[in-house]
């Protein structure tokens, strides 16, 4: 779906991809495999989160891995200072490895901020 949604112009296709889980002995197997759905797709930067996706994370070309985090929330930071207007971000992951957290973390990118008054 990624690799058939084109970006605006400047943007860049952004997969943010969180640990598939419960695939047992073939976990790490799977994982390194997606390093040619990523290439494949004209993706031009992951972005990963979980254990389970530092397989994939060594497998990829440099130019193309964004970031690599042990958890989601690890991960927000860097990517809410990556994104830019234009670009085309795909969040995938299973509901254990609490993609939501980056979800909220790209809906937040460009929201005013709520300013309190001073009562005083």
Same mark, same amino acid.
């Given at each position: 779906?990624? %690799?058939?949604?084109?970006?605006?112009?400047? %943007?860049?296709?952004?997969?943010?991809?969180?640990?598939?889980?419960?695939?047992?002995?073939?976990?790490?197997?799977?994982?390194?495999?997606?390093?040619?759905? +990523?290439?494949?797709?004209?993706?031009?930067?992951?972005?990963?989160?979980?254990? +389970?996706?530092?397989?994939?994370?060594?497998?990829?070309?440099?130019? +193309?891995?964004?970031?690599?985090?042990?958890?989601?929330?690890?991960?927000?930071?860097?990517?809410?200072?990556?994104?830019?207007?234009?670009?085309?971000?795909?969040?995938?992951?299973? +509901?254990?490895?609490?993609?939501?957290?980056?979800?909220?973390?790209?809906?937040?990118?460009?929201?005013?901020?709520?300013?309190?008054?001073?009562?005083?």
């Amino acid at each position: 779906m990624l %690799g058939a949604t084109e970006p605006q112009q400047g %943007g860049r296709r952004i997969a943010v991809l969180g640990d598939m889980l419960e695939l047992g002995e073939e976990a790490t197997r799977s994982h390194e495999a997606l390093a040619d759905d +990523l290439t494949g797709n004209a993706v031009d930067q992951a972005f990963l989160a979980g254990p +389970l996706m530092g397989a994939l994370a060594r497998r990829l070309p440099g130019e +193309l891995l964004g970031a690599h985090a042990d958890t989601s929330a690890g991960l927000t930071q860097t990517l809410q200072q990556s994104v830019r207007s234009g670009d085309v971000v795909l969040v995938k992951g299973s +509901l254990g490895s609490r993609m939501r957290v980056v979800v909220e973390a790209l809906m937040a990118v460009d929201q005013p901020q709520t300013k309190q008054a001073n009562g005083g």
